[in-house]
Structure formats: structure tokens, C-alpha cells
């Protein structure tokens, strides 16, 4: 089964609006990342969130990393009808493997 | 700067029949590649990475196989597909381990 969790698994809202989207971890991690899909297309990376972060911030974008509860939050402020797409939460574990465990993404649509 | 290429973007495949996906790199030396596998609406399987040249490590299938002729192409073969292999497959490399991954634009596969 998937490591990584996202909630919600679909989420609507208005224009200029922030969205908050979450994902849950089960095992250590080295880094946390996010993704984006837009329908039918490959994932463009976001930002990556290492283990000894809390907080990271890129544009509109923000990310929090909590290890003792093994969950992030990604918070898209003032959302735009181009933010609809899919968002993903990755891990790469701290066990010297190269493997990414994905979540099950969440599904944001943005109305204008 | 780097670019991913994934082909062909669509295919269609009976039962039983070979498949070859190929997936090459450019911009870049010894990338760390892999193979993922999206069913439609949920997260990525892992199913296949490679840290060098002739080096596979197979996560998941039985009925796919992979393999890296060159250094930045990696190729996802089958010799005989089943329906349960449908899905849309994605490339994607990165630089470093655990570091921020970058994916093609995936090929969507049927299997009638």
C-alpha cells in the first residue's frame, strides 16, 4: 500500500481562496516533496521539505513538515484557476534507498 | 538545461502482444531513473529504478521488465502484455539520491 496519504482526496474551491491539502507518512524520511499533475501530464516537482525543516515557503506555496506526527501540509495561497490539477506528496526514506514512496494525491479544482 | 522524452505518448496493445517503452535523458550524466505506473485517478506505483548502467532494481512486476542500454535511456519492456498492465506509464530521473525527481510526459497505454 501507498506510505504517503493525502487529504482531502478532492477539494473545490473559489478563486483567490487558499487551499490546504494534507499528507500522512508511515516510516522516517530523509526529505518530503510535493508535486503537481495537470490532467493526462507527467508531475512537475514543487518543493522539497527536509527532515530537519519545519517550514518552507516558495511564491505562493507553503509547506510544513511535522516528524513527530509524520505529516506535511501544503497551503496554495490565493488560488488561481490554473492551480487546478493534482497535488502529491513524496518520500524518500533515510534508509540509503533511492526509491520515492507517492501518496494518493489530492485533487484541487480551482473555480473562477 | 535537462530534458525527459518519453515515447510514443499513446498506444494501443492487444493481449499478448511485446511492448517497448523508451525513456531518454538529456542535459545531464548518470541520472538516477525510473519507471512509475499512474492507474487512473490514484498515485504512482514505483515500478522499476536504475542508478547506472545495466544496474535495474525491480520494485513490483512479474510481466514487465527493464533495462539501460545507455546511460541516460532506460527502456520498459513486456514480452507479452496483459489488461492489467493499462495505465499511464511515467519516466522521470533524478541527480542526486532522495533529491527532487523530473518527469516526462508519461505514455498512455490500453491493452484491449
Known amino acids: 500500500s501507498q506510505q504517503g496519504e493525502e487529504d482531502p482526496q478532492a477539494l473545490s474551491i473559489q478563486e483567490g481562496e487558499n487551499a490546504t491539502m494534507n499528507c500522512s507518512y508511515k516510516t522516517s524520511i530523509n526529505n518530503l516533496q510535493w508535486y503537481r499533475q495537470n490532467s493526462g501530464r507527467g508531475l512537475v516537482h514543487l518543493i522539497l521539505i527536509r527532515s530537519n525543516e519545519r517550514e518552507k515557503h516558495s511564491g505562493r506555496l507553503r509547506v510544513t513538515l511535522d516528524t513527530s506526527k509524520k505529516s506535511s501540509s501544503l497551503l496554495i495561497t490565493a488560488s488561481r484557476a490554473a492551480d487546478t490539477a493534482s497535488y502529491f506528496c513524496a518520500t524518500a526514506a533515510t534508509s540509503g534507498t533511492y526509491k520515492y514512496i507517492f501518496g494518493t494525491g489530492t485533487r484541487l479544482k480551482v473555480l473562477a | 538545461s535537462q530534458t525527459i522524452h518519453q515515447w510514443p505518448a499513446t498506444l494501443v496493445q492487444p493481449v499478448g502482444s511485446p511492448l517497448s517503452l523508451e525513456c531518454t535523458v538529456e542535459?545531464?550524466?548518470?541520472?538516477?531513473l525510473y519507471w512509475y505506473r499512474q492507474a487512473a485517478g490514484r498515485g504512482l506505483q514505483l515500478l522499476f529504478y536504475s542508478v547506472g548502467i545495466g544496474q535495474i532494481s525491480s520494485e513490483v512486476p512479474q510481466n514487465l521488465s527493464a533495462s539501460r542500454p545507455q546511460d541516460r535511456q532506460f527502456i520498459l519492456s513486456s514480452k507479452k502484455l496483459l489488461l492489467s498492465d493499462s495505465g499511464f506509464y511515467l519516466c522521470?530521473?533524478?541527480?542526486?539520491?532522495?533529491?527532487?525527481?523530473?518527469f516526462g510526459p508519461g505514455t498512455r497505454l490500453t491493452v484491449t
Open positions: 522521470a530521473w533524478s541527480r542526486d539520491r532522495a533529491g527532487e525527481q523530473y
Open positions: 542535459g545531464t550524466s548518470n541520472p538516477n
